[in-house]
């Protein structure tokens, strides 16, 4: 079992709707929980994080984490075809540890005008 | 503000040949990430360094190597190259080691051929 699961999709929405990327994971270790954007041949890109469990909300994107049930959410209202990306998610373990971040294989997600 | 840059940005080897990728960090920033993503794959850790050390290694064989130098620059090594070793190299910077906040270049297309 992968430590960061998440389903490759692809994801195909119209303008404006709204679009939830969903990860589980498995270690519990794992404090921290990124969201990245990769546009095609380029790197990733940050869009938030979050520590724990909770919410984070960043203009149109939204991080949710529950710990309990080890699932990590990304919202995003009013989606544009701008958007369209794979959308990576990660984990990384408490700070000072043997820092790395675990990615999940990426969802590709595709805005239609 | 120069973000991080990944140098080249596509490479072709043969076989059993030798590769070196060179990484600036983000200035201020002392902590290089190396990473390496598989097509269709999320990207997965290969090394950290931070103020010229190894502070983590993930799960890759000792053909794979890397340094940081004096001004926070890095270069990832790879011996003996294999057909398997064809993805996209990333490197990612943060301010220390185990910052939350970890900024990726472009990278660096490498192909085996």
């Known amino acids: 079992q992968k430590e960061v699961e998440q389903d490759p999709g692809p994801l195909s929405v119209p303008e404006g709707a709204i679009v939830s990327l969903n990860c589980t994971y498995s270690?519990?270790?794992?404090?921290?929980f990124m969201w990245y954007r990769q546009y095609s041949r380029k790197g990733p890109e940050l869009l938030m994080y979050?520590?724990?469990?909770g919410n984070k909300e960043d203009g149109r994107f939204t991080a949710q984490v529950d710990k309990s049930s080890k699932y990590i959410s990304l919202f995003i209202r009013d989606s544009q075809p701008s958007d369209s990306a794979t959308y990576l998610c990660?984990?990384?373990?408490?700070?000072?540890?043997?820092?790395?971040?675990?990615f999940g294989k990426g969802t590709l997600l595709t805005v239609n005008p | 503000d120069a973000g991080v840059t990944q140098s080249p940005t596509h490479l072709i080897k043969t076989r059993g040949q030798h590769v070196t990728l060179r990484c600036s960090p983000i200035?201020?920033?002392?902590?290089v990430s190396w990473y390496q993503q598989v097509l269709g794959q999320g990207p997965q850790f290969i090394f950290q360094?931070?103020?010229?050390?190894?502070?983590g290694r993930g799960n890759f064989p000792d053909r794979f190597s890397a340094r940081q130098f004096p001004n926070y620059s890095s270069e990832l090594n790879v011996n003996a190259l294999l057909l398997g070793d064809s993805a996209l190299y990333l490197c990612?910077?943060?301010?220390?080691?185990?910052?939350?906040?970890?900024?990726f270049g472009q990278g660096t297309r490498l192909t085996v051929v």
């Open positions: 990612a910077s943060s301010l220390v080691s185990g910052d939350t906040e970890a900024f």
């Open positions: 270690n519990s270790a794992f404090q921290y």
């Open positions: 979050t520590y724990s469990s």
């Open positions: 990660a984990a990384g373990p408490p700070r000072g540890s043997n820092y790395k971040l675990t």
């Open positions: 200035s201020g920033h002392k902590s």
């Open positions: 360094y931070y103020e010229k050390e190894e502070r």
